[in-house]
């Protein structure tokens, strides 16, 4: 299957394929055979620099490759090596997973041929599209962040066989634990192809995270053994109870790295096209990767644009994060909301309706983009996050900060129709919910990088002992405080995420960059779970579910809330401005509902309206129905 006539199309003689070279002086298409047998064959450049050829009798399961071969000058952004092998960048499967050699990166002329090492493009059948539908999830529900691999490696209900892969998604008890918290889409961190970062093959690690693509169309080997279908098969199983499915894309880089980086696919194939450069020839990188995918080049438009409707397409995904993704309206004069691909996919008649999401933030200039991008776009709020752990950590004058973000960051957001806030207060990078109050520092030094990697300041606090800790009054208030934290995002107005593990206080023993954790400290620990945690996060999700005033997008008008002290009376500007307040409650007119929030460190008996008194327990935050 191919789209937008790109990569290999079946027809009923055989298989043609295309691909957009324009600096090449030759392409060549590579067969290979079950014994890894390669039978080149020249293709035809026409006048848009698309290079085709025809093969009779090629079908389903025909695996392939490309060589280019053109002008080497890697300072001047050309990098045409035909003893490289290059993947298809429309190749809609691959055979294995990508495992990195140095050869990939040799220079021209100085190492051997990299088809032995490659993984290789796999010709797909016609695949019948799914059933157009309106997306499951909708602004306001929760979305939950995983892992696939780690997410059900040591899930004991999971089938060995699926253990680590998408499969395992549709397990029946996967099922019920996604439904008891009330998820309303599974936030699939990136299933596209991979490969290792060069560096950690020397240390004996591997990426577990999947931020380092090599395709944007075929699905890793290692979690989609089914390929196509086996996604396919798990989003209908999701969408039938309920759940939508979105897919973490990478789009703002490939797994080619830097000038010392592997010849894959796109640097080998048209680098200046794919890739922005400085005026001399240097890559830019504003991702911290090693380079920056030009995102706003027309042919990487169709690129990026053809991937994301065939996953809507052929799997029914309901939508899409973005990460980084400032990267993908940034101009020549900076980051700009209408930008030619951003308004494109607000445009398209298959992704217009789709969910969007953005990281909105890289490294680049201009990079911090919150609040810019604009409908119909969704924005990890990092604010949200850093507010409410400065809230919870004791620190003085959060109270407003506290507030506004608890009522849907409308001061990112205003003058919107709605909140577009993602609520979270931890994610896939940075510590794990139970890690913040239990290390204020990061603990790396198994990433092999002599703890350098990873952000220094994390917000967190750790109750007295830096880490694990067999005192059981240690473990009580951390168990509170986790517990103060899950009540605090469940009762935030608008969309709310999760990190999987993380409504169990799973913890990654202080590393907060595990992108090479690939074992036990990064796959979720089912069987130890801290019950007493997981059993709070269901109660507040059945909770929310009820409450309506939770799920609205829409701004708080005048009228619409009152915010008291414990003593029942409308907070006072004084107050509002008081460093040392740690308590205040949100009462919602139209429902009589109130969440009461005692920060303080002692417990506090709050006066609610209609003469009704709550006492409300230490550092923690007690919804109350009218």
Same mark, same amino acid.
């Given at each position: ?67 280019a071969d053109g002008p080497y000058d890697p300072d001047g952004g050309l990098w ?57 999830? #909708? ?119 830097? #000038? ?9 194939? *048209? ?122 950590r004791g620190d003085a004058g959060m109270v407003g900060a506290f507030a506004t973000r608890l009522a849907g960051s409308f001061d990112i957001f205003g003058g ?30 198994? *990433? ?9 300041? *994390? ?52 590393? *907060? ?114």
């Open positions: 299957m191919s789209m937008g006539g790109f990569g290999p199309v079946v027809d009923a003689a055989g298989t043609r394929f295309s691909v957009w070279a324009p600096d090449a002086t030759q392409m060549w298409l590579c067969l290979f055979d079950a014994d890894d047998a390669e039978r080149r064959l020249p293709m035809a450049r026409d006048a848009d620099a698309l290079w085709q050829v025809h093969v009779q009798g090629a079908g389903a399961g025909t695996r392939y490759g490309l060589r045409f090596d035909p003893d490289k092998l290059l993947l298809d960048p429309y190749a809609p499967a691959i055979d294995r997973a990508f495992t990195y050699d140095p050869a990939m990166a040799a220079a021209r002329g100085e190492g051997a041929d990299t088809a032995p090492l490659m993984s290789k493009g796999l010709v797909t059948g016609p695949v019948p599209a799914v059933d157009p539908h309106p997306p499951c999830f #909708r602004p306001g529900g929760l979305i939950y962040e995983l892992q696939v691999r780690g997410f059900s490696m040591l899930h004991p209900d999971v089938p060995e066989a699926e253990r680590g892969t998408i499969a395992a998604l549709r397990h029946p008890a996967i099922i019920e634990h996604l439904q008891r918290l009330h998820v309303a889409a599974v936030e699939l961190m990136p299933i596209n192809a991979w490969i290792d970062e060069r560096h950690l093959g020397p240390l004996g690690l591997t990426n577990a995270w999947g931020y380092n693509p090599v395709s944007y169309f075929a699905l890793d080997p290692r979690l989609a053994p089914g390929g196509m279908a086996e996604l396919c098969d798990t989003v209908a199983v999701l969408h039938q109870a309920g759940i939508g499915v979105i897919l973490d894309m990478v789009y703002n880089h490939d797994g080619e790295s830097d #000038r010392s980086g592997p010849i894959l696919s796109l640097r080998g194939l *048209n680098a200046r096209g794919y890739f922005r450069h400085e005026p001399g020839g240097r890559l830019i990188n504003d991702t911290g990767t090693g380079n920056s995918v030009d995102c706003n080049q027309p042919m990487v438009r169709r690129l990026i644009l053809d991937s994301l409707r065939h996953f809507v397409t052929q799997a029914g995904i309901d939508g899409f994060r973005f990460d980084l993704a400032p990267a993908l309206g940034r101009l020549d004069d900076g980051f700009d909301p209408d930008a030619p691909l951003l308004a494109e996919m607000r445009a398209d008649p298959i992704l217009g309706d789709r969910i969007l999401i953005a990281e909105p933030w890289d490294i680049g200039p201009g990079g911090y983009q919150l609040g810019r991008f604009g409908e119909p776009w969704l924005e990890w709020n990092d604010r949200y996050r850093d507010d409410m752990r400065r809230f919870w919107e129709r709605r909140t577009r806030s993602v609520n979270f207060l931890a994610a896939h990078d940075g510590f794990t919910l139970a890690d913040c109050t239990a290390y204020e520092h990061k603990h790396n030094r198994a *990433n092999g990088e002599d703890n350098r990697d990873g952000h220094g300041e *994390n917000l967190s606090w750790n109750n007295g002992v830096e880490g694990m800790s067999g005192d059981p009054v240690v473990q009580a208030v951390r168990r509170r405080d986790v517990q103060a934290l899950l009540s605090t995002l469940f009762c935030s107005r608008g969309t709310i995420m999760l990190t999987a593990g993380d409504e169990f206080g799973r913890s990654q023993q202080g590393n *907060n960059n595990a992108y090479a954790q690939d074992n036990r400290l990064t796959w979720i620990d089912w069987v130890g779970r801290d019950r007493a945690i997981e059993a709070h996060a269901f109660a507040a999700a059945d909770w929310r579910a009820e409450c309506d005033e939770l799920h609205d997008v829409t701004p708080l008008r005048d009228g619409d809330v009152d915010w008291l002290d414990e003593a029942g009376h409308p907070l006072r500007i004084a107050q509002w401005e008081d460093p040392a307040r740690r308590r205040l409650a949100l009462r919602f007119r139209a429902s009589g509902l109130v969440i009461c929030v005692n920060g303080s460190g002692e417990d506090c008996l709050f006066e609610l309206p209609g003469g009704k008194a709550v006492a409300v327990p230490a550092r923690s935050l007690l919804p109350q129905q009218p």
